[in-house]
């Protein structure tokens, strides 16, 4: 009889969740390793397992993706930059669904100590990822590197602010879900003060990152996490939202929060709105397939050229999940994408479980964040795809509708 310490599928599973708990937030090549080690237990499961599990409606969403990505990249294959990098950005769309059969037999032979192992050491990568944002912030010396520089004012962690912030506010609300089921899950968390450490940093740094787009996210998402555990501070938090809105609008004419939040002619809000347009107008020239894979940031300078954009010294993405889908992939990749977000919210709703209500809103922070920025970097893809890939694998197994 297999055993953890036996089963060399489960033991190449585990170490590979290991790399991605040290490098989700501070090194993509770190991540890399959890991909390849992942890969091989992924096809031998899949191989075992693919009639018995039923493929979640939700992955059909990806693996549309994924196709209609292929598609759209040969068609548009003569106009490619950097064609390799296009065709690997598909790749996510595809581990979206194929992680989740690894997954599924992890969760059937794991105990608990495996997964506060892992909490704890994704817990310390957290935590000690503050502190180097705070020295290259405030001090401007990287402890990492052992250097001084020229460091943004805004904290990024190991990596940069942007990608800091939307992680951390990501990584806050599944960690104050996990504070609120404690009591279910005390054999995972219970003595680990290591992880709730690490919950109560990641919302520091969302203030020390100061990324409005992951403030939006969390301020979506939080009143309906509250609901199921704290329905009277939920029905506040909306109402305290509501006369916000109201203030910010009322006193946005002036001052600091003019020029952060509504002014569209001055500061980051110009490129957002620039972008936004820019994408617009490559959607309505290339409707059917886009203009291919990681394609839109390339044909920028020639898109705000042809339609006399502003902001015309920034070509970067669209700032907008749909946007950039609808500008690499066509009409279709927005109908895909938002069809994905729309079934896995379904789906974990549906489970009618502490671990649904906490991914769904999770997705909520993720879609309303969307909107003001890409997220499908490398940092929250791995984020946001392993996140689906483990809601799945603990959906099919709790709903016993397999046989590994």
Same mark, same amino acid.
């Not at 990098?85 to 059969?101: D, H, M, N, R, V």
């Given at each position: 009889?297999?055993?953890?310490?036996?089963?060399?599928?489960?033991?190449?599973?585990?170490?590979?969740?290991?790399?991605?708990?040290?490098?989700?937030?501070?090194?993509?090549?770190?991540?890399?390793?959890?991909?390849?080690?992942?890969?091989?237990?992924?096809?031998?499961?899949?191989?075992?397992?693919?009639?018995?599990?039923?493929?979640?409606?939700?992955?059909?969403?990806?693996?549309?993706?994924?196709?209609?990505?292929?598609?759209?990249?040969?068609?548009?294959?003569?106009?490619?930059?950097?064609?390799?990098?296009?065709?690997?950005?598909?790749?996510?769309?595809?581990?979206?669904?194929?992680?989740?059969?690894?997954?599924?037999?992890?969760?059937?032979?794991?105990?608990?100590?495996?997964?506060?192992?892992?909490?704890?050491?994704?817990?310390?990568?957290?935590?000690?990822?503050?502190?180097?944002?705070?020295?290259?912030?405030?001090?401007?010396?990287?402890?990492?590197?052992?250097?001084?520089?020229?460091?943004?004012?805004?904290?990024?962690?190991?990596?940069?602010?942007?990608?800091?912030?939307?992680?951390?506010?990501?990584?806050?609300?599944?960690?104050?879900?996990?504070?609120?089921?404690?009591?279910?899950?005390?054999?995972?968390?219970?003595?680990?003060?290591?992880?709730?450490?690490?919950?109560?940093?990641?919302?520091?740094?969302?203030?020390?990152?100061?990324?409005?787009?992951?403030?939006?996210?969390?301020?979506?998402?939080?009143?309906?996490?509250?609901?199921?555990?704290?329905?009277?501070?939920?029905?506040?938090?909306?109402?305290?939202?509501?006369?916000?809105?109201?203030?910010?609008?009322?006193?946005?004419?002036?001052?600091?929060?003019?020029?952060?939040?509504?002014?569209?002619?001055?500061? *980051?809000?110009?490129?957002?709105?620039?972008?936004?347009? !820019?994408? =617009?107008?490559? @959607? %309505?020239? $290339?409707?059917?397939?886009? &203009?291919?894979?990681?394609?839109?940031?390339?044909?920028?300078?020639?898109?705000?050229?042809?339609?006399?954009?502003?902001?015309?010294?920034?070509?970067?993405?669209?700032?907008?999940?749909?946007?950039?889908?609808?500008?690499?992939?066509?009409?279709?990749?927005?109908?895909?994408?938002?069809?994905?977000?729309?079934?896995?919210?379904?789906?974990?709703?549906?489970?009618?479980?502490?671990?649904?209500?906490?991914?769904?809103?999770?997705?909520?922070?993720?879609?309303?964040?969307?909107?003001?920025?890409?997220?499908?970097?490398?940092?929250? *893809?791995?984020?946001?795809?392993?996140?689906?890939?483990? !809601?799945? =694998?603990?959906? @099919? %197994?709790? $709903?016993?509708?397999?046989? &590994?």
């Amino acid at each position: 009889m297999l055993t953890e310490t036996t089963d060399k599928k489960f033991k190449w599973i585990y170490w590979s969740m290991v790399f991605l708990a040290l490098g989700v937030i501070s090194s993509p090549t770190v991540v890399s390793l959890f991909h390849i080690l992942i890969a091989i237990p992924a096809i031998l499961v899949f191989k075992d397992s693919y009639k018995e599990v039923k493929i979640p409606k939700s992955s059909w969403f990806l693996i549309a993706l994924f196709g209609w990505g292929l598609i759209s990249a040969f068609v548009n294959l003569d106009t490619l930059v950097k064609p390799g990098k296009a065709f690997q950005e598909l790749k996510f769309y595809l581990f979206g669904w194929l992680f989740i059969y690894p997954l599924i037999y992890f969760a059937k032979n794991t105990s608990a100590w495996r997964w506060r192992r892992l909490l704890q050491i994704l817990s310390f990568v957290i935590i000690v990822g503050f502190f180097v944002g705070i020295s290259k912030a405030w001090f401007g010396f990287d402890p990492v590197k052992w250097r001084f520089g020229d460091y943004h004012i805004r904290s990024g962690g190991f990596t940069n602010y942007m990608r800091y912030g939307y992680a951390s506010s990501f990584l806050f609300l599944l960690g104050l879900s996990m504070y609120f089921n404690r009591e279910k899950i005390k054999n995972i968390v219970s003595g680990s003060k290591l992880i709730w450490a690490a919950v109560i940093f990641c919302f520091l740094a969302i203030g020390t990152a100061q990324t409005r787009g992951a403030v939006l996210g969390l301020l979506v998402a939080l009143p309906f996490l509250l609901y199921r555990y704290r329905p009277r501070i939920a029905k506040g938090l909306v109402g305290l939202g509501f006369l916000f809105g109201i203030t910010v609008v009322a006193a946005s004419f002036t001052g600091v929060i003019k020029n952060r939040f509504i002014n569209i002619k001055d500061g *980051s809000n110009t490129v957002r709105m620039s972008q936004f347009y !820019s994408a =617009a107008m490559a @959607i %309505k020239d $290339n409707p059917v397939l886009g &203009l291919g894979p990681d394609q839109f940031s390339y044909n920028v300078p020639r898109i705000k050229k042809e339609y006399d954009i502003w902001a015309k010294d920034y070509s970067g993405h669209a700032h907008n999940i749909f946007l950039e889908h609808g500008a690499n992939y066509g009409v279709l990749g927005i109908i895909l994408l938002f069809g994905f977000l729309l079934v896995w919210f379904i789906e974990m709703v549906s489970m009618k479980s502490a671990f649904g209500w906490a991914i769904a809103s999770y997705i909520m922070a993720f879609t309303a964040a969307g909107q003001v920025e890409l997220l499908f970097d490398n940092t929250n *893809s791995h984020i946001m795809f392993f996140i689906y890939s483990l !809601s799945q =694998a603990l959906r @099919i %197994k709790a $709903n016993e509708d397999f046989k &590994l």
